[in-house]
């Protein structure tokens, strides 16, 4: 199977930044479309964006510019940059891997572990 193994959280202050990373085990990592998604205390998990295999990109509007994803398949890491931060994108952010970009949670067959982002004022 996959294995995921996110890092990058962390506690941040509103307006600043954090970029997060997730490893992929196997070396068939540049077939697959890569998701991010974030989850509250309590709340459902949601999608934040997703990149296809091929490069292609997709956000959600609560994140669109002011988060990027992007992939480096030699180093089998997809990567999550948050740029000015809001209190309200606190959550635990989860990577995950799919034959397909979308963005439907349940098209993703692999999970990280989740770390956490704290927006603080």
């Known amino acids: 199977q996959v294995q995921l193994v996110e890092s990058g959280g962390g506690l941040v202050q509103a307006g600043g930044s954090l970029r997060l990373s997730c490893v992929a085990s196997?070396?068939?990592?540049?077939?697959?479309?890569m998701g991010w998604f974030r989850q509250a205390p309590g709340k459902e998990r949601e999608f934040v964006t997703t990149i296809s295999s091929g490069g292609s990109t997709y956000y959600a509007d609560s994140v669109k510019g002011r988060f990027t994803i992007s992939r480096d398949n030699a180093k089998n890491t997809v990567y999550l940059q948050m740029n000015s931060l809001k209190l309200e994108d606190t959550a635990v952010y989860y990577c995950a891997a799919g034959r397909t970009a979308t963005v439907i949670i349940e098209r993703y067959s692999y999970w990280g572990q989740g770390t956490q982002v704290t927006v603080s004022s």
């Open positions: 196997g070396r068939t990592f540049s077939s697959y479309a």
